[in-house]
T-cell receptor, first 112, second 113 residues
Framework: TQLLEQSPQFLSIQEGENLTVYCNSS?????LQWYRQEPGEGPVLLVT?????EVKKLKRLTFQFGDARKDSSLHITAAQPGDTGLYLC????????????FGKGTKLSVIP | EAQVTQNPRYLITVTGKKLTVTCSQN?????MSWYRQDPGLGLRQIYY???????DKGDVPEGYKVSRKEKRNFPLILESPSPNQTSLYFC????????????FGPGTRLTVT
């Protein structure tokens, strides 16, 4: 299993602030996904990045895949209470067949 | 509506009493998997299935069994549950095994006493 390190583990910010969550590995991934999970529910896919250096935007969320395809970041602009949740990154890699590994997640709380 | 369903959503049982958690998807996905989620450990894959009659172990398969007799269903079986299997379980499915973009079920919270 390839290891994905997410940081920070916990993040508590005021509404309106910006934040960045990081997902790092020493391994190369063929693609990387970001999910958001709310309490009592299953994770929901936000985005998939495939190309090194790729940047994708989803409203106030900006996702970036590192040039070497070993790391990714999620930046939220002007956070809102509705952004509260657990953010998970997941990397797809080849190990004889395609495999998927998850980071442990970043728990975000946005305080009104 | 495209979805993954799991039943039951909540289950309290005793050590050693066999149980099955069902999972069904209506998206004609080939790939399905089971995860458990524990505080501080994140999501860990238990078993996965690339297609009907094809299953393989994930990271934490001990104490679990699965079967994939039909494309839409992927039940998780605990033959003799133990307290260390108390956890939140998620089933997921994916159309494409190369992109692995997964749709998750709502979760099953299992408590083994």
């Amino acid at each position: 299993t390839q290891l994905l390190e997410q940081s920070p583990q916990f993040l508590s910010i005021q509404e309106g602030e910006n934040l960045t969550v990081y997902c790092n590995s020493s391994s190369v991934f063929s693609s990387l996904q970001w999910y958001r999970q709310e309490p009592g529910e299953g994770p929901v896919l936000l985005v998939t990045v495939v190309t090194g250096g790729e940047v994708k935007k989803l409203k106030r969320l900006t996702f970036q895949f590192g040039d070497a395809r070993k790391d990714s970041s999620l930046h939220i602009t002007a956070a809102q209470p509705g952004d509260t949740g657990l953010y998970l990154c997941a990397g797809v890699f080849w190990a004889g067949s395609y495999q998927l590994t998850f980071g442990k997640g970043t728990k975000l709380s946005v305080i009104p | 509506e495209a979805q993954v369903t799991q039943n039951p959503r909540y289950l309290i049982t005793v050590t050693g009493k066999k149980l099955t958690v069902t999972c069904s998807q209506n998206m004609n996905h080939e790939y399905m998997s089971w995860y458990r989620q524990d505080p501080g450990l994140g999501l860990r894959q238990i078993y996965y299935s690339m297609n009907v009659e094809v299953t393989d172990k994930g990271d934490v398969p001990e104490g679990y069994k699965v079967s994939r007799k039909e494309k839409r269903n992927f039940p998780l079986i605990l033959e003799s549950p133990s307290p260390n299997q108390t956890s939140l379980y998620f089933c997921a499915s994916s159309l494409d095994i190369t992109s692995y973009e997964q749709y998750f079920g709502p979760g099953t919270r299992l408590t083994v006493t």
